[in-house]
């Protein structure tokens, strides 16, 4: 095996308490251990049935699974994906069988029934409540090779997931190893240079994103810009359908929503949110989703766009003047806006989208931009699209 492991992490590989809570700031190479350790133990020890968790199921697709695919290639260890059921099965050198069970507390009966699970990854933490938490870590019950272990990565996000802090931080625990993390315990140089000066500009914008972000250090974000509440999806009929996307490839996701209208009401739904898609292969993907009425990107982007047009997309470009930015806060700030159950990238962008404040504290007329791939997706798509066709802006209090 090789592993790539930075030195901060790397006495936690053999660490085997019953929680390791691994805490860090964006781009700290928390999750890409937490997959390590998971393969280490399985190709080591065998016989191995990991239980691989985020809030909704679906979102584990763009994220974890990648990661343990590339890493398995990377060791040239022969697997299988069987996607319907989310699973992924390979062989430790002494021909033991282990399963990698991807899920999600879509239903949380489902998990309830799930046996002989020997270990548990919780991705992005701060998605689940307490009580789900518990749900998923009563998975852990059978006897099973080597030790008991649910790990959980997360962003120190006060705001989104108190309990974590309570629970393990604030509570000393015998039973747990807690771990913080920063973009600067990344072993991979390119990915540290790529994110740390875009990280260590958030000291001078907020200091409550900075701590949590670039220090991996718990902190409670205030002055959030929207309200969007999560629903499911009505059955009943739209008036339209349209989409709304964000280029990105190494550092920025690309990132697409999909928006329903019905009168001056709105329902937003999180489609992709993934790094290194060339256009090609972002546009592939939109083929893939049923991507046939208009979609709206930056403005800036005319050669991106043009190329998806090539591949028989409805490729728009984006509404832009001066202050394009603060100008489609406002706009969008005077809808009714959904968002739909399952999106929790986009869920996640709402919560820190905040506003700048100057050095007193004071908020000011313009917002944090960072990490708003989904939320410009959405603001491309509604202000440029209801303006095109003069739907009415009816404001909603």
Not at 181 to 194: C, G, K, L, Y
Not at 212 to 232: K, T
Not at 259 to 283: C, H, I, P, S
Not at 372 to 377: E, F, Q, V, Y
Request: charged share 30%.
């Amino acid at each position: 095996m090789e592993l790539i492991i930075s030195k901060s992490f790397q006495p936690l590989l053999d660490d085997s308490h019953r929680y390791l809570v691994l805490c860090g700031g964006r781009g700290s190479g928390k999750s890409e251990f937490a997959a390590r350790k998971l393969f280490y133990r399985a190709m080591k020890e065998g016989g191995h049935r990991f239980l691989v968790m985020r809030k909704i199921r679906r979102t584990l697709k763009e994220s974890v699974i990648k990661i343990f695919e590339t890493l398995l290639a990377e060791n040239k260890v022969a697997y299988e994906y069987f996607s319907s059921d989310r699973k992924i099965v390979f062989l430790s050198p002494d021909g033991k069988r282990n399963e990698l069970l991807f899920e999600g507390l879509d239903d949380p009966e489902k998990i309830k029934s799930i046996k002989g699970i020997t270990g548990i990854w919780i991705e992005e933490a701060t998605e689940f409540s307490r009580d789900d938490f518990l749900v998923a870590d009563l998975c852990l019950r059978e006897p099973g090779p080597g030790y008991h272990q649910t790990i959980l990565t997360f962003n120190p996000d006060e705001a989104r997931a108190a309990w974590i802090k309570q629970m393990f931080f604030d509570e000393k625990r015998k039973d747990a190893t807690t771990h913080v993390s920063t973009i600067d315990d990344n072993p991979i140089r390119q990915v540290r240079e790529a994110y740390r000066e875009q990280l260590e500009k958030l000291r001078l914008i907020d200091e409550a994103l900075w701590k949590i972000y670039r220090l991996g250090q718990w902190a409670h974000l205030a002055g959030q810009i929207f309200s969007w509440d999560m629903a499911e999806l009505p059955e009943i009929g739209f008036d339209e359908v349209f989409w709304g996307g964000d280029f990105g490839y190494s550092v920025d996701p690309a990132a697409v929503v999909r928006v329903y209208r019905r009168a001056d009401e709105f329902w937003v739904e999180e489609k992709l949110y993934q790094t290194g898609l060339t256009n090609q292969q972002l546009g592939q993907a939109l083929l893939e989703m049923g991507c046939r009425e208009p979609i709206y990107f930056d403005s800036a982007e005319p050669k991106s766009i043009q190329e998806l047009c090539l591949m028989g997309i409805d490729a728009r470009p984006s509404e832009k003047g001066p202050d394009s930015v603060r100008a489609g806060i406002d706009f969008l700030r005077a809808k009714k806006i959904h968002i739909v159950s399952g999106s929790v990238n986009l869920q996640k962008e709402v919560a820190s989208y905040v506003w700048r404040k100057d050095k007193s504290g004071n908020p000011l007329n313009e917002p944090v931009q960072f990490n708003d791939h989904l939320i410009s997706a959405v603001r491309y798509a509604i202000v440029t699209h209801c303006r095109i066709d003069n739907i009415p802006d009816v404001a909603f209090i």
